[in-house]
Protein backbone atom coordinates (compact mmCIF):
# COMPACT_ATOMS: atom_id res chain seq x y z
CA UNK A 1 0.00 0.00 0.00
CA UNK A 2 2.57 2.16 0.99
CA UNK A 3 4.50 1.31 -2.52
CA UNK A 4 1.65 1.71 -4.51
CA UNK A 5 1.24 5.70 -2.73
CA UNK A 6 4.58 6.78 -3.31
CA UNK A 7 4.10 5.79 -7.18
CA UNK A 8 1.03 7.96 -6.58
CA UNK A 9 2.67 10.52 -5.27
CA UNK A 10 5.49 10.93 -7.95
CA UNK A 11 2.86 11.17 -10.27
CA UNK A 12 1.01 14.25 -8.33
CA UNK A 13 3.98 15.97 -7.98
CA UNK A 14 4.63 15.89 -11.69
CA UNK A 15 4.38 18.87 -13.86
CA UNK A 16 2.38 19.03 -16.84
CA UNK A 17 4.69 18.71 -19.76
CA UNK A 18 2.36 18.74 -22.67
CA UNK A 19 0.54 22.53 -22.02
CA UNK A 20 1.33 25.63 -23.72
CA UNK A 21 2.10 26.85 -20.41
CA UNK A 22 5.15 24.89 -19.55
CA UNK A 23 6.09 25.15 -23.17
CA UNK A 24 6.53 28.84 -21.73
CA UNK A 25 8.72 27.11 -19.22
CA UNK A 26 10.80 25.64 -22.21
CA UNK A 27 11.10 28.94 -23.99
CA UNK A 28 12.81 31.21 -21.01
CA UNK A 29 15.03 27.73 -20.77
CA UNK A 30 16.03 28.11 -24.33
CA UNK A 31 16.15 32.15 -24.34
CA UNK A 32 18.62 31.31 -21.37
CA UNK A 33 21.00 29.43 -23.44
CA UNK A 34 20.72 31.83 -26.51
CA UNK A 35 24.34 32.93 -26.00
CA UNK A 36 24.95 28.58 -26.96
CA UNK A 37 24.96 29.31 -30.95
CA UNK A 38 25.07 25.97 -31.78
CA UNK A 39 21.42 24.80 -31.81
CA UNK A 40 21.27 21.42 -30.38
CA UNK A 41 24.14 22.36 -27.31
CA UNK A 42 21.33 25.40 -26.74
CA UNK A 43 18.17 22.55 -26.63
CA UNK A 44 20.30 19.77 -24.33
CA UNK A 45 21.01 22.53 -21.86
CA UNK A 46 17.51 23.09 -21.24
CA UNK A 47 16.60 19.55 -21.51
CA UNK A 48 19.09 19.24 -18.43
CA UNK A 49 17.46 22.23 -17.12
CA UNK A 50 14.29 21.51 -17.21
CA UNK A 51 14.55 17.59 -16.14
CA UNK A 52 16.17 18.84 -13.32
CA UNK A 53 13.48 20.54 -11.92
CA UNK A 54 11.38 17.15 -12.05
CA UNK A 55 13.78 14.75 -10.86
CA UNK A 56 14.53 16.95 -7.73
CA UNK A 57 10.30 16.75 -7.10
CA UNK A 58 11.28 13.14 -6.44
CA UNK A 59 13.01 13.73 -3.34
CA UNK A 60 9.92 14.95 -1.00
CA UNK A 61 8.11 11.20 -1.98
CA UNK A 62 10.97 9.73 -1.67
CA UNK A 63 11.70 10.82 1.99
CA UNK A 64 8.44 10.21 2.87
CA UNK A 65 8.21 6.52 1.73
CA UNK A 66 11.47 5.49 4.17
CA UNK A 67 10.05 7.84 6.95
CA UNK A 68 6.39 6.05 6.60
CA UNK A 69 7.58 2.41 5.97
CA UNK A 70 10.08 2.33 9.09
CA UNK A 71 7.21 3.53 11.21
CA UNK A 72 5.08 1.27 9.95
CA UNK A 73 7.45 -1.82 11.11
CA UNK A 74 8.57 0.26 14.36
CA UNK A 75 4.43 -0.26 15.07
CA UNK A 76 4.65 -3.81 13.61
CA UNK A 77 7.49 -5.32 15.56
CA UNK A 78 5.93 -3.81 18.57
CA UNK A 79 2.48 -5.49 18.25
CA UNK A 80 4.60 -8.60 17.60
CA UNK A 81 6.69 -8.26 21.00
CA UNK A 82 3.51 -7.44 23.23
CA UNK A 83 1.65 -10.21 21.71
CA UNK A 84 4.57 -12.57 22.98
CA UNK A 85 6.19 -14.23 26.46
CA UNK A 86 8.54 -10.83 25.90
CA UNK A 87 5.82 -9.08 27.16
CA UNK A 88 6.46 -10.82 30.73
CA UNK A 89 9.66 -9.54 30.46
CA UNK A 90 10.02 -5.88 30.36
CA UNK A 91 13.71 -5.15 30.75
CA UNK A 92 13.85 -8.04 27.94
CA UNK A 93 11.23 -5.85 25.94
CA UNK A 94 13.15 -2.63 25.88
CA UNK A 95 16.47 -4.56 25.19
CA UNK A 96 14.90 -6.12 22.22
CA UNK A 97 12.96 -2.69 21.28
CA UNK A 98 16.18 -1.13 21.01
CA UNK A 99 18.45 -3.31 19.04
CA UNK A 100 15.56 -2.81 16.50
CA UNK A 101 15.62 0.90 16.78
CA UNK A 102 19.57 0.49 16.09
CA UNK A 103 18.69 -1.36 13.00
CA UNK A 104 16.21 0.82 11.57
CA UNK A 105 18.23 3.81 12.12
CA UNK A 106 21.06 2.04 10.37
CA UNK A 107 18.13 1.23 7.68
CA UNK A 108 16.96 4.80 7.40
CA UNK A 109 20.52 6.41 7.22
CA UNK A 110 21.27 3.99 4.10
CA UNK A 111 18.20 4.38 2.21
CA UNK A 112 18.36 8.03 2.38
CA UNK A 113 22.61 7.76 1.06
CA UNK A 114 20.70 5.38 -1.96
CA UNK A 115 18.14 8.52 -2.75
CA UNK A 116 21.02 10.80 -2.35
CA UNK A 117 22.99 8.31 -5.00
CA UNK A 118 19.83 7.79 -6.96
CA UNK A 119 19.20 11.51 -7.11
CA UNK A 120 23.06 12.52 -8.02
CA UNK A 121 23.38 9.69 -11.41
CA UNK A 122 20.25 11.47 -12.45
CA UNK A 123 22.35 14.61 -13.38
CA UNK A 124 22.89 12.05 -16.28
CA UNK A 125 20.93 11.63 -18.86
CA UNK A 126 20.92 7.94 -19.63
CA UNK A 127 18.50 4.98 -20.72
CA UNK A 128 19.50 1.57 -22.44
CA UNK A 129 16.13 0.59 -23.03
CA UNK A 130 13.72 1.33 -25.98
CA UNK A 131 10.95 3.14 -23.14
CA UNK A 132 12.03 6.27 -23.85
CA UNK A 133 12.26 5.68 -27.67
CA UNK A 134 8.69 4.71 -28.27
CA UNK A 135 6.83 6.86 -26.50
CA UNK A 136 8.59 9.66 -28.18
CA UNK A 137 7.92 7.96 -31.58
CA UNK A 138 4.34 7.36 -30.24
CA UNK A 139 4.09 10.87 -29.87
CA UNK A 140 5.65 11.51 -32.82
CA UNK A 141 3.14 9.87 -34.96
CA UNK A 142 -0.01 10.76 -33.03
CA UNK A 143 0.65 14.22 -33.61
CA UNK A 144 1.91 14.09 -37.19
CA UNK A 145 5.62 15.63 -36.04
CA UNK A 146 8.99 14.81 -38.01
CA UNK A 147 11.67 15.49 -35.78
CA UNK A 148 14.34 17.96 -36.99
CA UNK A 149 11.91 19.06 -40.17
CA UNK A 150 11.27 22.83 -40.64
CA UNK A 151 7.67 23.61 -40.71
CA UNK A 152 5.56 26.13 -42.47
CA UNK A 153 3.49 28.50 -40.76
CA UNK A 154 0.57 26.69 -40.69
CA UNK A 155 1.79 23.27 -39.73
CA UNK A 156 3.05 24.53 -36.89
CA UNK A 157 -0.77 26.02 -35.68
CA UNK A 158 -2.14 22.37 -36.93
CA UNK A 159 0.42 20.89 -34.36
CA UNK A 160 -0.21 23.54 -31.62
CA UNK A 161 -3.66 22.66 -31.74
CA UNK A 162 -3.48 18.92 -31.69
CA UNK A 163 -0.70 18.84 -28.74
CA UNK A 164 -3.42 21.17 -26.67
CA UNK A 165 -6.38 19.07 -27.61
CA UNK A 166 -4.54 15.87 -27.19
CA UNK A 167 -6.12 14.68 -23.66
CA UNK A 168 -4.45 11.19 -23.75
CA UNK A 169 -1.16 12.55 -23.08
CA UNK A 170 -1.37 14.14 -20.45
CA UNK A 171 -3.91 14.18 -17.39
CA UNK A 172 -2.97 17.87 -16.63
CA UNK A 173 -4.72 19.79 -19.09
CA UNK A 174 -4.91 23.76 -20.34
CA UNK A 175 -7.75 25.06 -22.21
CA UNK A 176 -7.72 24.39 -26.21
CA UNK A 177 -6.49 26.96 -28.43
CA UNK A 178 -8.60 28.59 -30.88
CA UNK A 179 -6.85 26.60 -34.18
CA UNK A 180 -7.07 29.95 -36.30
CA UNK A 181 -4.46 31.31 -33.74
CA UNK A 182 -1.41 31.80 -35.25
CA UNK A 183 2.32 30.81 -33.04
CA UNK A 184 3.98 34.74 -32.34
CA UNK A 185 7.37 32.98 -32.86
CA UNK A 186 9.22 31.64 -35.65
CA UNK A 187 7.96 28.15 -37.10
CA UNK A 188 11.36 26.52 -36.46
CA UNK A 189 11.26 27.48 -32.84
CA UNK A 190 7.69 26.44 -32.48
CA UNK A 191 9.27 23.38 -33.61
CA UNK A 192 12.20 22.79 -31.21
CA UNK A 193 9.50 23.88 -28.35
CA UNK A 194 7.10 21.29 -28.90
CA UNK A 195 9.95 18.69 -29.86
CA UNK A 196 11.41 19.20 -26.58
CA UNK A 197 8.01 18.80 -24.35
CA UNK A 198 7.50 15.72 -26.28
CA UNK A 199 10.98 14.11 -25.42
CA UNK A 200 10.90 15.52 -21.60
CA UNK A 201 7.84 14.02 -21.10
CA UNK A 202 9.33 10.57 -22.31
CA UNK A 203 12.23 10.88 -20.43
CA UNK A 204 10.01 11.50 -17.10
CA UNK A 205 8.35 8.43 -17.37
CA UNK A 206 11.98 6.63 -18.01
CA UNK A 207 13.14 8.49 -14.26
CA UNK A 208 9.57 8.35 -12.64
CA UNK A 209 9.98 4.30 -13.80
CA UNK A 210 13.46 4.17 -12.57
CA UNK A 211 12.56 5.89 -8.85
CA UNK A 212 9.66 3.80 -8.51
CA UNK A 213 11.10 0.46 -8.42
CA UNK A 214 14.83 1.08 -7.63
CA UNK A 215 13.67 3.47 -4.16
CA UNK A 216 10.91 1.18 -3.30
CA UNK A 217 13.36 -2.09 -3.87
CA UNK A 218 15.83 -0.73 -1.72
CA UNK A 219 13.57 0.52 1.14
CA UNK A 220 12.12 -2.94 1.36
CA UNK A 221 15.68 -4.92 0.77
CA UNK A 222 16.40 -2.23 4.13
CA UNK A 223 13.53 -2.54 6.35
CA UNK A 224 11.11 -5.78 5.75
CA UNK A 225 13.49 -8.45 4.17
CA UNK A 226 16.80 -7.12 6.88
CA UNK A 227 14.09 -7.83 10.00
CA UNK A 228 13.11 -11.35 8.73
CA UNK A 229 16.67 -12.46 7.70
CA UNK A 230 18.99 -10.85 10.30
CA UNK A 231 17.04 -9.92 13.50
CA UNK A 232 17.29 -13.75 14.64
CA UNK A 233 20.84 -13.11 14.32
CA UNK A 234 21.31 -9.82 15.72
CA UNK A 235 18.91 -10.75 18.77
CA UNK A 236 21.74 -13.87 19.88
CA UNK A 237 24.35 -11.71 19.04
CA UNK A 238 23.45 -9.25 21.44
CA UNK A 239 21.10 -11.04 24.08
CA UNK A 240 23.11 -14.70 24.68
CA UNK A 241 25.40 -13.21 26.72
CA UNK A 242 26.09 -12.34 30.67
CA UNK A 243 23.19 -10.11 30.98
CA UNK A 244 20.94 -11.95 29.64
CA UNK A 245 19.44 -13.84 32.67
CA UNK A 246 19.31 -10.59 34.09
CA UNK A 247 17.42 -9.16 31.33
CA UNK A 248 15.42 -12.61 32.40
CA UNK A 249 14.96 -11.60 35.80
CA UNK A 250 11.24 -11.05 37.09
CA UNK A 251 10.67 -7.44 38.15
CA UNK A 252 10.47 -6.29 41.75
CA UNK A 253 6.86 -5.21 41.03
CA UNK A 254 5.82 -8.97 39.30
CA UNK A 255 7.87 -10.54 42.19
CA UNK A 256 5.85 -8.99 45.07
CA UNK A 257 2.67 -9.98 43.51
CA UNK A 258 3.58 -13.05 42.69
CA UNK A 259 4.44 -13.55 46.23
CA UNK A 260 0.92 -12.27 47.68
CA UNK A 261 -0.81 -14.73 45.17
CA UNK A 262 1.63 -17.69 46.89
CA UNK A 263 0.82 -16.34 50.28
CA UNK A 264 -3.17 -16.52 49.22
CA UNK A 265 -2.81 -19.73 47.76
CA UNK A 266 -1.55 -21.35 51.05
CA UNK A 267 -3.87 -19.83 53.09
CA UNK A 268 -6.70 -21.00 51.03
CA UNK A 269 -5.02 -24.33 51.36
CA UNK A 270 -5.58 -24.01 54.97
CA UNK A 271 -8.81 -23.11 55.31
CA UNK A 272 -9.48 -26.25 53.42
CA UNK A 273 -7.72 -28.61 55.55
CA UNK A 274 -9.72 -27.16 58.42
CA UNK A 275 -12.58 -27.62 57.13
CA UNK A 276 -12.52 -31.00 56.17
CA UNK A 277 -11.52 -31.81 59.71
CA UNK A 278 -14.71 -30.25 60.78
Known sequence: ???????????ENSTAIMTETYANRVRCAL????????????????????????VAKMREPSEQLIADVEQY???????????????????????????????????????????????EMEDDLFTL???????????FEKLDIVPNENPT???????MYRITCNRTI????QPQFNRSSRPSESPLLFRTVKELQVRLWAYRKVVHKRFCDQMALFVRHQFPRRISEHLNTELQDRLLGADF???????ADQALRRQELEESIVRLESSLQELKRL
Open 1 to 11: RLEKLYRYILL
Open 31 to 54: EKTRGVKLSDIMVQHAFTQLISEE
Open 73 to 119: MTALISVVIEQTIFSHYPSLCEEIQEIVAEMFEDSHRKCLEHLELQL
Open 129 to 139: NDYYAENVKKI
Open 153 to 159: DEQAVDI
Open 170 to 173: DVKT
Open 245 to 251: MKLMAEP
